[in-house]
């Protein structure tokens, strides 16, 4: 099969069951491999639906300026699709970037805006979104994608990713296990699923330190899951259990799914898999469990893989 662009490469990803890490006759983890997708990640998805229904709206046209604040995943699928679509993009970003993530951004063409002026609690949220309004304010071509509120964020994974498990799954999972960061992936996918499966549980997946479900702030250093304040598309209605897992948990995770399985997997992979270890001794026997990947390891090597790591 041709493709026109790489952008049709993304999506239909597999699912593999996790039988190494969770023998069967336990319990049956199945995770969908989004780290497949051609940019390295879930974010392809929300990336191209947000980009496409705004070219189809006219919301987006050929003079349109993207603007976002992010220096991970997102951002290099936004690149990506802006590349497709020869659209201006320019991702507001901090010092906190990894090198391998600003050089990708860089050599996809997209315009780097860097802040330097760190928040009262020391991170850079606040002056990034700052940054973002200043732009947005000063240039009526500009337009904010603002991940964390626009409602096609959820939708990517409502109509395509749900839709891709729910083809794939013979018969009805019990528990659907997510990693949190916009919540676009649990948002979307939990409310698709549900129509299908009314009894499925949702289980969020967030970092210790950051405040989406409550609980105090504090240092995250492991990026994609987790976020310092509680993002507009999160809907409590849908989500009926919060796991927060340590960064030392994710990392020991991420080395059981490489060690284990083969798989090389981003940080927020370690996060459902650790999550999915402190839910074993709660669920009912046999339980069918659906868990999503969402990024490769290879971008982490020296945060969360230092045995195999460049450093
Ligand atoms: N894992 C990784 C690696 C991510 O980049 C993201 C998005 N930041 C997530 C998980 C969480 O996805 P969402 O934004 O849809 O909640």
């Not at 023998?23 to 191209?48: H, W, Y």
């Not at 997209?110 to 330097?116: L, P």
């Not at 990034?128 to 603002?146: K, L, M, Q, T, Y």
């Not at 030392?248 to 650790?274: F, K, M």
């Amino acid at each position: 099969m041709i493709h026109d662009s790489i952008l049709d490469c993304i999506g239909r990803t597999p699912v593999v069951r996790l039988s190494r890490l969770f023998p069967t006759g336990d319990v049956e983890v199945l995770a969908k491999l989004e780290f497949l997708n051609p940019g390295g990640s879930i974010k392809d998805r929300p990336a191209k639906h947000i980009i496409e229904q705004g070219l189809r709206s006219g919301v987006i046209t050929s003079r349109t300026k993207l603007v976002e604040s992010t220096s991970g995943n997102f951002g290099i699928a936004l690149a990506m699709v802006s590349r497709i679509y020869n659209i201006n993009f320019t991702a507001v970003i901090d010092p906190n970037i990894s090198p391998a993530n600003l050089a990708i951004l860089r050599n996809l063409g997209a315009g780097i805006d860097m802040v330097t002026t760190q928040d009262s609690a020391g991170g850079y949220l606040n002056s990034r979104i700052s940054r973002v309004a200043e732009i947005v304010a000063g240039d009526p071509d500009a337009f904010w994608i603002n991940q964390y509120a626009n409602e096609l964020n959820q939708a990517a994974h409502y109509l395509q990713t749900a839709e891709e498990i729910i083809d794939d799954l013979e018969g009805a999972p019990d528990v659907l296990v997510v990693a949190v960061s916009t919540g676009g992936t649990i948002v979307g996918t939990a409310r698709r699923m549900r129509r299908e499966y009314p009894d499925l549980i949702v289980v969020g997946v967030d970092s210790v330190g950051s405040v989406i479900f409550g609980g105090p702030p504090g240092p995250r250093r492991l990026p994609g899951i987790g976020a310092s304040r509680r993002p507009e598309l999160i809907d409590m209605g849908l989500i009926d259990r919060v796991v927060h897992v340590t960064e030392p948990d994710c990392i020991a995770a991420c080395h059981d799914l490489l060690t284990r399985e083969g798989i090389l997997a981003g940080a927020s992979s370690g996060a459902v898999i650790a999550a999915t270890y402190r839910l074993l001794p709660l669920l009912p026997a046999r339980a069918r469990v659906v868990t999503l990947l969402p990024d490769r390891g290879e971008r982490y090597l020296d945060l969360v893989f230092p045995a195999i790591g460049y450093s």
